[in-house]
Nanobody, 124 residues
Framework: QVQLVESGGGLVQTGGSLRLSCAAS????????MGWFRQGPGKEREFVAA????????TYADSMNGRFIISRDNTKNTVFLQMNSLKPEDTAVYYC?????????????????WGQGTQVTVSS
């Protein structure tokens, strides 16, 4: 069983930056595709970014417009999400998820393991 623990969320002003981390344990992290998703107030969970098992392939939601960067360190079993130029509409609970198939996917299907989420609040 894989456990995922997110950290790094918090309150930031518009235009600020945050770096989220997701630490994995209990599985073969280096073989999993990893994704970040978010769920804002009253909204459905949506895709943010994903990275393949090797880090060689990444994909992002169009709305990120180059502001977010996903990366991973397989030696530390951790995936990161660098968020820059934050906007109030980025306010959400951010979740990381693990995909045993290994690829970078924007679809919820295939992500079998989820963290508990970390709150990001961007003030205007």
């Amino acid at each position: 069983q894989v456990q995922l623990v997110e950290s790094g969320g918090g309150l930031v002003q518009t235009g600020g930056s945050l770096r989220l981390s997701c630490a994995a344990s209990g599985g073969t992290f280096s073989s999993y595709g990893m994704g970040w998703f978010r769920q804002g107030p009253g909204k459905e969970r949506e895709f943010v970014a994903a990275i393949s098992w090797s880090g060689g392939s990444t994909t992002y939601a169009d709305s990120m417009n180059g502001r977010f960067i996903i990366s991973r360190d397989n030696t530390k079993n951790t995936v990161f999400l660098q968020m820059n130029s934050l906007k109030p509409e980025d306010t959400a609970v951010y979740y990381c998820a693990a995909r045993p198939a290994g690829g970078a996917s924007r679809y919820l299907t295939g992500y079998d393991y989820w963290g508990q989420g970390t709150q990001v609040t961007v003030s205007s």
